[in-house]
T-cell receptor, first 111, second 112 residues
Framework: GENVEQHPSTLSVQEGDSAVIKCTYS??????FPWYKQELGKGPQLIID?????GEKKDQRIAVTLNKTAKHFSLHITETQPEDSAVYFC??????????FGKGTRLHILP | DGGITQSPKYLFRKEGQNVTLSCEQN?????MYWYRQDPGQGLRLIYY???????QKGDIAEGYSVSREKKESFPLTVTSAQKNPTAFYLC???????????FGPGTRLTVT
């Protein structure tokens, strides 16, 4: 079955700098790659997703890149702000199948 | 106002008691999921259901049970057989043909 590895587990960046979180997946048939943000004591919320027919997607300060050959995908947050502090999860799935999540990255934005 | 709700937000039980966590959605989604989250850990799948009256075990189903009698509801029972039940429990639903899962706010269960 699918296995998703996520790095780093903890990341601290200075406010205004960029943050990058990387994930790898094992199932070459996976074609949907969402990223979720979880604030303390709340459920995760989707922030951006990408399908395997595109290599990059951007939404304001966040972007996701996908390398299908290497089975890598990454989340990029630019101009980080205090409200970006949270736990971020990457995930992968095949069409119509359950989503497999990475173990999460705790992002700290330092003042 | 569409969404997915879980109740209660906090739940306390004594060891040896069964407890049922509620999950309701009015998004008309067929698929629903239960995850367990421990401090500093990712999301581990307990059970999922892709259609009414049908459900499958996830990675950590032992000590848990579910039912799916209605499309809107997917309650999770934590039984006394679950060795370490204290955790944060998340319910999610998903529209047909996959894609984004919508999460509820979670229930924090403490068993002493």
């Amino acid at each position: 079955g699918e296995n998703v590895e996520q790095h780093p587990s903890t990341l601290s960046v200075q406010e205004g700098d960029s943050a990058v979180i990387k994930c790898t997946y094992s199932d070459s048939a996976s074609n949907y790659f969402p990223w979720y943000k979880q604030e303390l004591g709340k459920g995760p919320q989707l922030i951006i997703d990408i399908r395997s027919n595109v290599g990059e997607k951007k939404d304001q300060r966040i972007a996701v890149t996908l390398n299908k050959t290497a089975k890598h995908f990454s989340l990029h947050i630019t101009e980080t702000q205090p409200e970006d502090s949270a736990v971020y999860f990457c995930a992968a799935s095949r069409e119509d199948d359950k989503i497999i999540f990475g173990k999460g990255t705790r992002l700290h934005i330092l003042p | 106002d569409g969404g997915i709700t879980q109740s209660p937000k906090y739940l306390f039980r004594k060891e040896g008691q069964n407890v049922t966590l509620s999950c309701e959605q009015n998004l008309n989604h067929d698929a629903m999921y239960w995850y367990r989250q421990d401090p500093g850990q990712g999301l581990r799948l307990i059970y999922y259901s892709q259609i009414v009256n049908d459900f499958q075990k996830g990675d950590i189903a032992e000590g848990y049970s579910v039912s799916r009698e209605k499309k809107e509801s997917f309650p999770l029972t934590v039984t006394s057989a679950q060795k370490n039940p204290t955790a944060f429990y998340l319910c999610a639903s998903q529209p047909p043909h996959g894609g984004e899962q919508y999460f509820g706010p979670g229930t924090r269960l403490t068993v002493t």
